[in-house]
């Protein structure tokens, strides 16, 4: 198993990235790591089954509606959303999963992180990936301490 900075660096060392959960309004945690992927230099696709345009880019409904499919996926969804797509990404081949979570539960099912794990998927449950991309803000690099000294880091599935 590797350490959930080892899953970091893995999981951003990718190019093509969807995050899940954008919003239309744009105040969405979704939002600010779509934008922030974008900033360094990721091709990043945003998927909201109900927004055809966000943060100024095409919105997708699915994952399989993205052309050329993606390398990883950003889950910043209700945790009641995980499951389905963590299915979907296995059935379209997308092996790395992030499963959003800053303060309370975040983005994460339980249910959810078991069946990626069941199905081979990289699946980091929970912290943020702005905690991670570099240059990293001094409110993320905060919460990155606190997540490590608390002991409330999240761990990579295996």
Not at 114 to 120: D, F, H, P, Q
């Amino acid at each position: 198993m590797s350490t959930l900075i080892e899953a970091a660096q893995e999981f951003l060392a990718q190019k093509r990235i969807a995050v899940a959960g954008v919003s239309r309004q744009g105040d969405a945690a979704a939002n600010a790591i779509f934008k922030k992927l974008r900033q360094t230099g990721h091709e990043v696709f945003p998927v909201n089954s109900n927004a055809t345009e966000v943060e100024g880019e095409r919105c997708y409904p699915n994952l399989a509606a993205i052309p050329g499919g993606v390398d990883g996926v950003v889950l910043a969804t209700p945790p009641s959303a995980a499951v389905s797509l963590v299915r979907e990404c296995s059935a379209l081949g997308i092996k790395r999963v992030w499963m959003h979570r800053s303060f309370g539960q975040g983005s994460v099912d339980e249910e959810a992180v078991r069946l990626g794990a069941e199905l081979g998927l990289n699946v980091i449950p929970g912290s943020c990936p702005m905690m991670f991309c570099e240059p990293v803000d001094v409110a993320h690099k905060c919460l990155r301490w606190f997540l490590q000294v608390s002991g409330k880091q999240a761990q990579p599935s295996p």
